[in-house]
C-alpha cells in the first residue's frame, strides 16, 4: 500500500511545515509520499518552503494562487498512492491516526474516504463538528433567512446535537453524509471512479462536498474513524483574507447549488420559498455578551455531564464541543485566541438532560483582534 499526502500552501509556511513533520512522523501501512503545492504567487513564500522543508518532500510551486482544487489535482494526477491524504496546512496528525485510517478505509471495497476524530486545539478539549449535511445544503440560506429561532431551525438544531453527540462519543467507525477535504484519507480507485478528484470549477470550498457527493452517488461509503485522532485548528491559514475567502465561499456555494440543486429539493426550495416568512424573533440570550475568555456555572442538575457547543451561527450548526462534569465551565484563553474576527454564540447543556436547562451566551472579536 502507498499513500500520497497532499498539502496545499498559501502563506502558511509555518504551518505547513508542522503538518509535513506530523505525516512524516506517523506510523504507516506502507511508504508515504508528501508532496506540497504552493499556491502563494511569493518567491519569498517559495523560498522559505525550499529551505526548510525536508529533502523527502516535493515541492511543486504555482506562480499564482490556482484554487486549491486545482493545486490537489496537479498532486493526484503526477504522483501515484493508492491512498490519497489530503491534509490542510493548519491541520496535523496524532500518533497512530495514518495507520487506523489506512486500515479502516481498505477493510472493505465500498469505502471510498474516511475522517479522523478531529480536535479544535492542542489539549484536545473541543471536537470539531461533522461535516454540515449535503441534504441541507440547498436549503441552508433560505432557512437562515428564517431566522434560528424559528422552529423548523430549532428542530434541526436538536437533531444536529444528538448526530453530532453520536459521532464524537463511538467507539467504532461512524458512517457520514459528508466530510471535509481538509483532513481525510481517500481511496484513489473509488475517487477514479466517481469523475475524478476536485471539479477545477470550484476555487476553494464546496469542491471537497462536490467530491464526497459523487462518492455517495456512485455507491461508496464515508466514516469518520474515532481511533484515529488529529487536530484540525480550522480557518488559521491566511487568516488576513477573511473576507475574501468569504466572498469565494458564496461563490463556490452558488456553484454547487447550480450544479446538483435540481429535481424534487429544488421545486420543493422554490415551493417553501413562495410561503410567508416566519415572523421574526430575535435570537434571545440568557447572559450578557463576554468580553474575555469566560466561564460558566453549571446548573447541579448537569454537573455529571455537561456539553458546551459553539459555533459562528445562532442555530449552533454546525458546531464544536465540549465534554465536561462539575460546577464550572471554562472557555481556555488558548482558543479564545484561535478565533477569528465574527460574533459568536455559545450553548451550555447536559448530554443526557437537554432542553429547559441549556444556557445560551455570545462573545464577538472584531477585525482588529480586540474583545468585546
Not at 513564500?45 to 493545486?71: K, Q, Y
Not at 496537479?74 to 487506523?100: H, M, S, V, Y
Request: with cysteine.
Amino acid at each position: 500500500m502507498k499513500t500520497l499526502a497532499v498539502i496545499v500552501n498559501y502563506k502558511s509556511f509555518s504551518l505547513t511545515l508542522q503538518a509535513v513533520k506530523s505525516v512524516l512522523e506517523s506510523e504507516s501501512s506502507g511508504p508515504v509520499t508528501v508532496v506540497v503545492v504552493d499556491n502563494s504567487g511569493s518567491p519569498e513564500e517559495a523560498e522559505r518552503l525550499r529551505l526548510n522543508l525536508p529533502p523527502s518532500v516535493t515541492l511543486r510551486v504555482n506562480t499564482e494562487n490556482m484554487g486549491f482544487g486545482f493545486a490537489c489535482n496537479q498532486a493526484f494526477e503526477a504522483f501515484t498512492g493508492n491512498g490519497i491524504l489530503l491534509i490542510n496546512p493548519d491541520a496535523r496528525l496524532l500518533p497512530g491516526c495514518l495507520k487506523q485510517l489506512q486500515k479502516t478505509l481498505f477493510s472493505s471495497r465500498n469505502v471510498a474516504a474516511v475522517a479522523p476524530q478531529i480536535f479544535w486545539d492542542d489539549h484536545q478539549t473541543f471536537y470539531l463538528p461533522p461535516s454540515y449535511p449535503t441534504a441541507l445544503f440547498e436549503f441552508r440560506d433560505l432557512l437562515t433567512s428564517w431566522g434560528s429561532q424559528a422552529w423548523i431551525n430549532r428542530f434541526i438544531s436538536v437533531l444536529w446535537r444528538r448526530r453530532s453527540i453520536r459521532v464524537w462519543r463511538s467507539p467504532k467507525p461512524v458512517e457520514v453524509s459528508t466530510l471535509s477535504g481538509g483532513l481525510a484519507l481517500l481511496n484513489r480507485d473509488a475517487v477514479q471512479k466517481a469523475g475524478g478528484l476536485f471539479d477545477p470549477r470550484f476555487f476553494l470550498y464546496f469542491e471537497d462536498t462536490d467530491l464526497f457527493l459523487r462518492l455517495r452517488n456512485n455507491g461508496f461509503r464515508l466514516l469518520i474513524e474515532p481511533r484515529a485522532r488529529a487536530i484540525h485548528y480550522y480557518d488559521q491559514c491566511d487568516r488576513r483574507r477573511l473576507r475574501e475567502k468569504r466572498r469565494l465561499m458564496a461563490e463556490s456555494h452558488a456553484v454547487f447549488l447550480e450544479k446538483h440543486a435540481k429535481g424534487w429539493k429544488s421545486r420543493l426550495k422554490k415551493t417553501l420559498e413562495h410561503f410567508p416568512r416566519p415572523a421574526p424573533r430575535q435570537d434571545g440570550l440568557n447572559a450578557p455578551i463576554f468580553r474575555t475568555p469566560f466561564s460558566l456555572k453549571v446548573p447541579p442538575a448537569i454537573q455529571a455531564a455537561w456539553l458546551f457547543e459553539w459555533s459562528p451561527n445562532p442555530d449552533l450548526v454546525p458546531s464544536a464541543a465540549q465534554f465536561g462534569s462539575g460546577p464550572e465551565m471554562r472557555f481556555p484563553e488558548t482558543c479564545w485566541e484561535l478565533l477569528a474576527p465574527g460574533q459568536y454564540f455559545g450553548r451550555l447543556g447536559g448530554v443526557k438532560r437537554f432542553g429547559a436547562s441549556f444556557q445560551q451566551v455570545s462573545w464577538i472579536i472584531d477585525e482588529n483582534g480586540e474583545r468585546h
